[in-house]
């Protein structure tokens, strides 16, 4: 199972993008890139809710060390007006959906997705990202053809850090969980990963809130993806 955005592929650049055309639009201060980044991983509901706001605790994230306050959008809790996010969504997915599919994947991605089907490893992608999104990034980088199976943040009704993704994936491939390993790039993965009981590798160049993952957290640190099978093989 593997993750998409951060893992698979570098997304941030077209997701800062959208973003800031989104915010434009509403006569709001565009963002670096490297703090749109620092939103991404859980969603874009929580994504476009951080970039209005900029704050990471709407979801109970410690934001002081990231230095990415602004005074005239805070709001408290870091929840946007609802006329506001509902306006922002709107232009958000107006604006992704014509770039989405200009990302590109990481060094050593089909390499590695290459070397793990031909080892005859089932494959699936699990992500936070809505299908509308996922689907079409995928397939336009040559990457859907390598997995049996793809699960968004919208296929079930919970997402990662939730297990039920990682769950729903091993009963569809009639495995258990603990043969079954999660590849991702944030707390988020190995948060979900270790809910469910399967093993878990990070790669150290995705999206985690500008954090860096330490080797105790996880079963393995790959560097990239042609990595992979010479830790399950």
């Not at 698979?8 to 434009?24: G, S, Y």
């Not at 860096?212 to 640190?221: E, N, P, R």
Request: hydrophobic letters at 40%.
């Amino acid at each position: 199972m593997i993750d998409l955005d951060g893992t698979l592929m570098h997304t941030a650049p077209e997701i800062a993008q959208a973003v800031n055309r989104m915010l434009a639009d509403m006569s709001k201060p565009a963002l670096d890139e490297k703090q749109v980044e620092a939103y991404i991983g859980e969603g874009v509901t929580t994504l476009i809710k951080r970039c209005l706001t900029q704050r990471l605790d709407a979801q109970g994230l410690d934001t002081q060390h990231l230095d990415i306050q602004h005074p005239d959008i805070q709001h408290p809790g870091g929840e946007p007006d609802a006329a506001v996010f509902a306006k922002a969504q709107k232009l958000f997915f107006e604006y992704y959906a014509k770039i989405v599919s200009e990302s590109k994947p990481y060094p050593g991605v089909v390499a590695g997705l290459q070397a793990l089907r031909s080892a005859g490893y089932r494959l699936a992608c699990v992500t936070n990202k809505q299908e509308r999104f996922t689907l079409p990034l995928l397939e336009a980088s040559n990457l859907l053809q390598y997995f049996e199976l793809v699960v968004s943040g919208d296929t079930l009704q919970k997402k990662k850090p939730e297990p039920d993704q990682i769950f729903y994936i091993c009963e569809k491939f009639g495995v258990s969980v603990q043969e079954a390993v999660l590849i991702g790039d944030s707390n988020i993965d190995i948060t979900a990963a270790r809910s469910a009981g399967c093993y878990v590798f990070a790669v150290p160049y995705g999206y985690n809130q500008g954090r860096s993952i330490g080797a105790k957290s996880v079963d393995a640190l790959i560097n990239n993806m042609s990595d992979v099978l010479d830790l399950i093989h």
